[in-house]
């Protein structure tokens, strides 16, 4: 059974910065594409981030282009999402996606395993 283990969430100070990381047990991880959601209290998950199982194709919600990058190393079985610029909206519980194929997707139906998340909290 696959495992995605979260880790990076933290409290930092608006403008600041984090990078998250999220590793996957279990064989194929470069077969797969990854994504990054989030959920605040009492609202829906929302996509952050996909990159396809290669590389090649990355999206990002537009709210996050120009400050958050993802990245994965397939060597590592392991996908980051860096943060720039934190605002504190983007206060949130992360969560990181197995894609059920290779292509980067936006949608949570599009995503067949998931981490259990970590916090991420934004002070003014």
């Known amino acids: 059974q696959v495992q995605l283990i979260e880790s990076g969430g933290d409290l930092v100070q608006a403008g600041g910065s984090l990078r998250l990381s999220c590793t996957a047990s279990?064989?194929?991880?470069?077969?797969?594409?990854m994504g990054w959601f989030r959920q605040a209290p009492g609202r829906e998950r929302e996509f952050v981030a996909t990159?396809?199982?290669?590389?090649?194709?990355?999206y990002y919600a537009d709210s996050v282009k120009g400050r958050f990058t993802i990245s994965r190393d397939n060597g590592k079985n392991t996908v980051y999402l860096q943060m720039n610029s934190l605002k504190p909206e983007e206060t949130a519980t992360y969560y990181c996606?197995?894609?059920?194929?290779?292509?980067?997707?936006?949608?949570?139906?599009?995503?067949?395993?998931w981490g259990q998340g970590t916090q991420v909290t934004v002070s003014t």
């Open positions: 996606a197995r894609g059920r194929g290779g292509l980067a997707a936006t949608a949570t139906g599009a995503y067949d395993v």
């Open positions: 990159i396809s199982n290669g590389g090649g194709r990355i």
């Open positions: 279990g064989s194929f991880f470069s077969s797969y594409a």
